[in-house]
């Protein structure tokens, strides 16, 4: 199973409406701190972030992933997390 799959399927807790996924591990082989987790982008859309402020939503994605951290899986990950209204009706939430 591939990270992607891992962290989608961590993920659909949340019931996303889009779920989308990067990896950038390549850009940042070798740097001072990386002991071999991966480096990840993921945009997830779903209803569940409504009235929750940008670092609530981004506890609420990181605490549904805190293994892959502890165990050294993920090194990095960038989370935009938004509602539909925000991300269909305003560009770059």
């Known amino acids: ?19 989308e996924f990067r990896d950038d591990s390549h850009l940042h082989a070798g740097h ?12 997830v859309v ?6 929750l402020s940008r670092v609530n939503r981004q506890r609420m994605v990181k605490e549904l992933l ?5 165990d050294g899986l993920i ?8 509602t539909p209204d925000e ?3 305003h560009p770059n939430p």
């Open 32 to 43: 001072a701190g990386n002991t071999g987790g991966g480096h990840y982008a993921v945009l």
């Open 1 to 19: 199973m591939s990270m992607e799959q891992i962290i989608e399927g961590r993920l659909n807790t949340l019931a996303p409406q889009v779920f």
């Open 66 to 70: 805190h293994d892959l951290f502890s």
């Open 87 to 89: 991300y269909f009706n």
């Open 75 to 82: 090194h990095a990950l960038s989370i935009k997390a938004a």
């Open 46 to 51: 779903s209803e569940t972030f409504a009235g």
